[in-house]
């Protein structure tokens, strides 16, 4: 049995920030911005572009895309943030709903930037696991960005973070862009490092909460935090590529084409370098900043417009995100005989 990716969809807002404005809110250099941090400008949502909403639109452009009938679908798995149009509401069934899967089920999944590949995992397995489930759409929306305070140097390396929406169709024996096996790691040593600390049970939101920015991301342990990843994380993020490719019975040097998220520009040169590939076997997000866990589809879209991506070629999502979540999925791309 195979499972392949049948289509693909991205929204994007049209508004954005640029490198320079980010630098002159953050009171920094602009060519540290735009050079050691990667950011030359980055999507941020209009006052429509509510995160299940922008997942919404990615998914309707997927159905287009692929040609079928939305009553075709069997299951919706929402891969967009927890910070959406409303508290405690599942997403998923929103947007079943608002593209016409009215025969499917839904829910919502979370791991931070991890989602996608998270979810691609899940929904092979459960496609695997049940004859009934034929045909699964991941859709989902992103505007993190909203929780960044430009003024916390603590958060300097979320600065990236922007807004859109992604979505992918799965099918069950579409011999077509083959979805094979994905690695994941989890460190919960990291998982109270990088917190909003006001809005939850332990902080309900007040209005004093808000005047000490509370309800913004930060980071609690910066430097215990720095020291421990530093250990970690880029040994991580290597092992998961390199066992996702092995457990699909393939060898590191057959990877095409890496889709990874938008991190600094040394990071994303050091995983090229590291695991043998060239600066053309990847994009670097540096004109849409770092859109969470839609980076990989966005990613992938874009190296298919410019060639990058062809028939036979492996191609590895990869992905990273705070809790601590490293995570990455083999996909062989085009028909498969």
């Not at 989902?140 to 600065?159: A, C, E, L, S």
């Not at 991580?236 to 390199?242: G, L, P």
């Amino acid at each position: 049995m195979v499972i392949g990716i049948v289509s693909t969809g991205v929204y994007l807002p049209d508004e954005y920030m640029t490198g320079k404005q980010i630098a002159e809110m953050a009171g920094i250099p602009t060519h540290i911005v735009e050079e050691k941090m990667g950011i030359k400008k980055k999507h941020v949502p209009g006052p429509n572009d509510h995160t299940c909403e922008m997942g919404i639109l990615a998914a309707k452009q997927a159905i287009e895309r692929a040609g079928i009938d939305p009553l075709e679908i069997d299951v919706v798995i929402y891969i967009g943030e927890e910070h959406k149009e409303y508290p405690l509401w599942t997403a998923g069934i929103k947007l079943q709903e608002a593209v016409g899967a009215l025969n499917a089920w839904a829910f919502d999944v979370a791991l931070r930037c991890g989602t996608t590949v998270m979810a691609l995992k899940v929904a092979k397995s459960l496609m695997m696991a049940d004859p009934t489930v034929k045909t699964v759409l991941l859709a989902g929306g992103y505007r993190n960005v909203d929780f960044i305070d430009y003024q916390n140097p603590r958060t300097r390396f979320m600065f990236n973070l922007g807004a859109g929406g992604g979505a992918i169709l799965l099918k069950k024996d579409h011999n077509e862009n083959v979805l094979l096996e994905t690695e994941l790691i989890t460190d919960g040593s990291f998982s109270e490092d990088v917190v909003v600390v006001s809005g939850g049970t332990k902080h309900p939101i007040t209005k004093e909460a808000i005047e000490q920015r509370l309800n913004k991301l930060d980071v609690l342990d910066p430097e215990g935090m720095k020291q421990r990843l530093e250990q970690k994380s880029m040994v991580n993020f290597i092992k998961v590529i390199r066992e996702s490719v092995r457990k699909s019975g393939l060898k590191e040097e057959d990877i095409s084409y890496l889709a990874m998220l938008h991190m600094k520009k040394s990071a994303h040169e050091y995983v090229l370098r590291e695991l043998g590939l060239s600066d053309d076997q990847s994009i670097y997000l540096e004109e849409y900043g770092h859109i969470g866990q839609i980076d990989q589809i966005l990613s992938l879209e874009l190296a298919l417009k410019e060639g990058k991506v062809k028939d036979s070629d492996l191609v590895v999502f990869v992905s990273a995100g705070i809790g601590y979540a490293w995570g990455a999925a083999a996909i062989k791309w085009g028909k498969v005989s």
